[in-house]
């Protein structure tokens, strides 16, 4: 393909891009598809035919570029020679940029007063076409570092409130084809950190994070890094957005909204460890105010209604091991910050709540989810033997928490070691050595 037609198609891509300054997701799209879009929305849709072609162009699909609704579509077929173009065009602003930049800083150090300077229209100019080019690359190929690198450096010379949106903007539209890539969430963060001190609506923008992330993932299944973002954004939320006032069930709002998200993805623990900081979020803003004679008992209960709800899920989704590490994320805190040591009261709490079970109590309900789950109900399926491996497991870790924490249990008696030792021999005889590593634990032979 000839160099004029790889120019005319990004000068395509570019002119779509500024006519419709809220297109907002782009998509690749086989060139065999354009037809079935055109009829599903009629003739009146925007495609490479609506926009001045030459000859050549139409000879690489037919179609090219489709737009309607703020949707972008560009052909496969012309990714190539659309990259090609761009990183051309992109490359050559960025030198003449660094050369005009450079030389203006020479110019200023000199001491002559006849030496006449670059104008600054010229530099403006350049500046735009490095941002209308880079801008360009990365829809074409989201990692390349160059290009983001240089928007930032542009965006913080200019402090520009309207440019630090359009750096989020722009990330809406990477993230949207290619949702799991790290240079975009990176850019999302470092745009959020610089103008958190600066703008007064950073509660919406962190609103509008959050649900975008929410959307991202019911999308993109298994989004580490989009659920990383989310749990960044948890140290931008001031109390009163985790907390509601209305009543205690409805008083975390922000965790309430992902677990109806977590019930019908139980095997993504990036929604688990989201809630995780969430839940410790919420627990450092009750211990700040307990210091000050806030009660804990609501948090007790908070604490126990999770607890509660990720034992039901344990039982009714077989094996899946994101469950149990919630789980030990949940005991860890219970047994630091609630379980009392001399088994009369939580720490945090003037009284006992109904909410909040003793140390005794909570082990032996600790022991009863492990004896309902180690027992492997059918071999022929592995997710039994997974939930009897995790649940073994689980239980071991606990024992080993409970003599760090030192309450004084008498944990040994209580796990019936011999019924422990078969359940785990018929869960996994192939691992006896943790059968070993518990009776060390437990300080018996």
């Not at 082990?363 to 997710?383: G, P, R, V, W, Y």
């Amino acid at each position: 393909m000839s160099e004029s037609i790889q120019w005319n198609l990004l000068n395509q891509l570019e002119y779509i891009l500024e006519s419709d300054p809220l297109i907002d997701e782009v998509g690749f799209i086989h060139p065999s598809q354009f037809d079935v879009l055109n009829e599903d929305v009629g003739s009146t849709s925007l495609s490479a035919e609506s926009i001045s072609q030459s000859a050549d162009t139409t000879n690489i699909s037919g179609k090219v570029f489709w737009s309607r609704d703020h949707k972008l579509g560009i052909s496969t077929a012309a990714l190539l020679p659309l990259y090609k173009a761009a990183k051309h065009a992109f490359m050559d602003s960025l030198r003449q940029y660094k050369m005009h930049t450079g030389l203006t800083e020479v110019r200023d150090e000199c001491d002559e007063v006849n030496v006449p300077k670059c104008p600054s229209s010229s530099l403006t100019v350049l500046e735009k076409e490095v941002m209308k080019h880079s801008k360009a690359i990365l829809l074409l190929s989201c990692d390349f570092g160059t290009a983001w690198n240089f928007r930032k450096k542009l965006v913080s010379e200019q402090q520009e409130y309207s440019m630090f949106m359009e750096e989020l903007l722009l990330s809406d539209l990477v993230l949207s084809y290619s949702p799991k890539s790290e240079r975009a969430w990176s850019h999302r963060r470092w745009v959020i950190k610089v103008i958190a001190g600066k703008c007064s609506n950073l509660q919406e923008i962190v609103d509008r994070e959050s649900e975008f992330v929410k959307k991202l993932a019911e999308r993109s299944k298994m989004n580490y890094r989009a659920w990383n973002h989310r749990c960044w954004l948890v140290a931008y939320m001031p109390v009163g957005q985790v907390l509601s006032a209305h009543n205690f069930l409805q008083m975390f709002h922000e965790l309430n909204k992902s677990r109806e998200w977590a019930v019908l993805n139980v095997a993504d623990n990036s929604c688990f460890h989201y809630r995780a900081r969430l839940m410790l979020r919420i627990l450092e803003a009750f211990l700040n105010k307990d210091e000050n004679g806030f009660s804990g008992e609501e948090l007790d209960e908070m604490w126990k209604d999770e607890l509660d709800w990720i034992e039901k899920l344990i039982k009714i989704y077989v094996g899946r091991e994101a469950l149990w590490l919630h789980r030990r994320f949940l005991s860890s805190c219970w047994i630091k910050h609630f379980a009392s040591t001399n088994h009369r009261k939580p720490r945090h709490s003037s009284k006992k709540s109904s909410g909040t079970c003793d140390i005794d109590r909570f082990i032996d309900n600790e022991l009863q989810l492990f004896n309902s789950c180690a027992t492997i109900i059918d071999s022929h399926f592995d997710d039994y033997q997974a939930q009897a491996t995790y649940a073994a497991t689980y239980i071991m870790w606990l024992k080993k928490q409970i003599q760090v924490e030192s309450l004084g249990i008498e944990f040994q008696r209580k796990l019936q070691v011999s019924g422990l030792k078969m359940l785990l021999n018929n869960a996994c005889p192939e691992k006896a050595f943790l059968w070993d590593c518990l009776l060390q634990l437990c300080g018996s032979e």
